[in-house]
């Protein structure tokens, strides 16, 4: 431990009213000078982390079960990130890798090459937030096949900047009135199987007719996808689905391109959520979970289209900063020594039974589904299929006050999803999961 600060233990435990008093306090001064156009899930205000604990302002121990998104999936305050990113903000914060390069991003890209799937030579850029990797997979795949169209699916979710607006399919909250949107982006239906009964090489089949008739595969210049959907609502596509397009870019020239961005690095039970099918992206696109809570993201892919770049064409200033690669570094060699996606796994059983048994029990949730340490359930009026985002933020607002951080997603709103940190305890997963339970239940 690094901190001089005395450590916070792994309960979670509620000690004043929620958000207590220092929180409203600092929640009024942010009024005055944070744009309103921020969100905040949940307004208490967060002093230190530890494993899957977070500790407030006001001495409230909160258990995560969001990980900030997907983000700390190592856990809170890692000795191992501690000491990394110390080390290197003595040593040098910046250069600038396009002025005077070092050794922590070259090791980052090496990591990389070996980590994610396929047998062939590969070549990263590095990137500050999973919305600039995306783009930049974009900008790789129409110069290396010289076409335009990109195609995403419905319910997809790849970033807020003005490409990825419009490569992300929900309106509220992330595209109204922010256009005029970057054109040459096509969407094609996604395999739903919750909510469109189709087998994976059927909703292949639907997705494919869309394209060719739409757009034509010869202009298709990638096929950007999520294997398993985030922000859309923990989508997880039928068996099948995935490997059938992905033989289909393949036979036609498109570059397929998967975003791991939430799914990726462990998350699932595997290094890649594309590894549960044997789908082998030609690029890929990484942040989140790769830098333990440092800004970075990376596109990773085929050298001969991520080399088919011009010198110069990809780039930025901060991009692969050493702090935040000497953090992926600590981050990557964490999650091999504590096998975190075998801990995913684990995780993932656990969750598995214990979500299938709340749906047993409320009429509220008409679906589990998720892999890993990746899962959720979708609420809906009971006997029917129809959204209940009312019955989500319900439970999300119990399991905020009784100390539990959880987070909804999903296209309509009515999808509790589940990302806790890897290194949760069985204790904390279990303590976490009766607050659910109990959460579901009050809601019904
Ligand atoms: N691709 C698959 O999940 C980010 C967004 C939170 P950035 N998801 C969380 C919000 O409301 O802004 C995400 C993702 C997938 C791309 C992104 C974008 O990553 O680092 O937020 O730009």
Not at 47 to 59: K, P, Q, S, W
Not at 194 to 214: H, K, P, V
Not at 248 to 276: K, L, M, P, S, Y
Request: hydrophobic share 45%; with cysteine.
């Amino acid at each position: 431990m690094s901190s001089s600060q005395p450590p916070i233990g792994t309960e979670r435990k509620v000690v004043t009213e929620l958000p207590g008093p220092k929180s409203r306090a600092l929640h009024e001064r942010r009024r005055q000078v944070v744009s309103a156009g921020l969100s905040t899930g949940f307004p208490v205000y967060i002093e230190r982390g530890e494993g899957a604990i977070l500790l407030d302002v006001d001495g409230n121990q909160f258990l995560d079960l969001g990980s900030g998104i997907a983000v700390t999936s190592i856990g809170h305050a890692v000795p191992a990130v501690i000491e990394a990113v110390s080390q290197q903000v003595a040593d040098f914060t910046h250069t600038c890798f396009m002025v005077v390069p070092y050794e922590e991003y070259v090791e980052v890209c090496e990591e990389l090459a070996a980590l994610t799937p396929g047998d062939f030579p590969k070549t990263t850029a590095l990137f500050n937030s999973g919305s600039e990797a995306v783009e930049n997979a974009v900008k790789v795949a129409r110069l290396a096949t010289g076409r335009q169209a990109i195609v995403a699916f419905d319910h997809a979710y790849h970033g807020r900047t003005n490409l990825t607006m419009a490569l992300t399919a929900k309106n509220m909250p992330y595209k109204e009135h922010f256009g005029p949107f970057a054109p040459e982006v096509y969407r094609a239906p996604m395999s739903y199987p919750y909510r469109d009964g189709l087998s994976g090489a059927e909703a292949a089949q639907r997705a494919i007719a869309a394209i060719e008739s739409q757009v034509g595969a010869h202009n298709v210049a990638g096929l950007l996808i999520e294997p398993i959907q985030g922000e859309g609502g923990f989508v997880v596509p039928a068996d099948g689905f995935l490997p059938a397009l992905s033989a289909w870019a393949a036979a036609h020239g498109v570059v397929f391109i998967a975003d791991e961005i939430q799914a990726g690095f462990c998350r699932t039970g595997d290094w890649f959520a594309v590894n549960h099918e044997g789908v082998i992206p030609d690029l890929v696109t990484t942040a989140k979970g790769l830098a333990g809570g440092l800004p970075l993201a990376a596109v990773t892919g085929r050298a001969e289209l991520m080399n088919a770049v011009h010198e110069g064409g990809l780039g930025g200033t901060y991009g692969g900063n050493p702090v935040a690669a000497a953090a992926a570094l600590a981050t990557i060699r964490t999650m091999r020594e504590l096998d975190l996606p075998a801990k995913a796994r684990a995780i993932g059983e656990t969750l598995s039974t214990r979500l299938h048994a709340i749906a047993a029990e409320s009429p509220l949730v008409g679906d589990v589904r998720g892999r890993g340490a990746m899962m959720a359930i979708e609420l809906v009026t009971p006997g029917t299929t129809e959204p209940n985002a009312a019955a989500a933020k319900a439970v999300v607002a119990y399991c905020n006050q009784n100390g539990v951080l959880a987070l909804s997603c999903g296209t309509y709103g009515n999808v509790i999803r589940l990302l806790p940190p890897l290194v949760i305890t069985d204790a904390q997963l279990r303590d976490g999961l009766d607050v659910l339970a109990e959460a579901v239940r009050a809601a019904s």
